[in-house]
């Protein structure tokens, strides 16, 4: 692999959208447009994460080959970052898409509570460049407990995005890659 001085990132700024499932990846994600909707402002200090669970490695062998083959348990990737928007889209995403609204105007919080599925799609900014998480369907739904730690700075709501397969596709999210030379056409 050859070195390339266009394919490093520093983020500068970045956005977080959902979507009806299914909706395409936006032709421009400097412009993201309707029906993509902006989640809000999200944590300056713990921008973005990807965990994993699963990917197991097992070792075949054979009498004549110990090691003759590898096989990998799937790997389900959870994609995280804090919300920091206490309003009721926000909320329904912490607590659950059924969470109800009260007749007060307060949210309710469910005993079983049903994470949103949607499209998701992440837009990070680095000058020029732009490097994006598309998953056409995903379920969002806390990734951790909500703490209130202090009165210096915002408080968040740890959000976890679980990339699922939408129909015949073989992927559950795509990136976009930085620096590569433009294909041929």
């Known amino acids: ?11 500068g700024s970045g956005n977080f959208f959902t979507a009806p499932v299914g909706t395409d990846l936006p032709a421009d994600l400097a412009a993201v447009s309707t029906p993509w909707d902006k989640v809000g402002h999200t944590s ?6 990807i965990t994993s ?4 490695a097992t070792t075949l062998g054979s009498l004549q080959n110990k090691s003759l083959r590898t096989k990998y348990s799937p790997r389900q990737e959870t994609m995280t970052f804090t919300l920091q928007q206490f309003d009721t889209p926000g909320l329904k995403l912490f607590y659950g898409s059924n969470a109800p609204t009260l007749a007060n105007g307060m ?14 799609l992440v837009v990070f ?6 490097f994006a998480f598309y998953a056409p369907k995903a379920e969002v739904y806390r990734a951790d407990d909500m703490s209130l730690s202090d009165t210096e700075s915002l408080a968040g709501l740890p959000l976890g995005v679980k990339p699922m397969v939408l ?8 990136v976009t890659p930085l620096g590569d030379a433009p294909a041929a056409g």
Do not use: H, K, R, W
Not at 107 to 120: H, K, M, R
């Open 167 to 174: 129909g015949t596709n073989d992927y559950s999210y795509a």
């Open 125 to 130: 900014i680095d000058g020029d460049n732009l």
């Open 107 to 120: 949210l309710g919080v469910p005993q079983d509570p049903v994470p949103t599925v949607c499209a998701f």
């Open 44 to 49: 300056l200090e713990d921008i973005f994460g």
């Open 53 to 56: 669970e699963g990917g197991e």
């Open 1 to 11: 692999m050859a070195l390339n001085d266009a394919a490093t990132l520093v983020i």
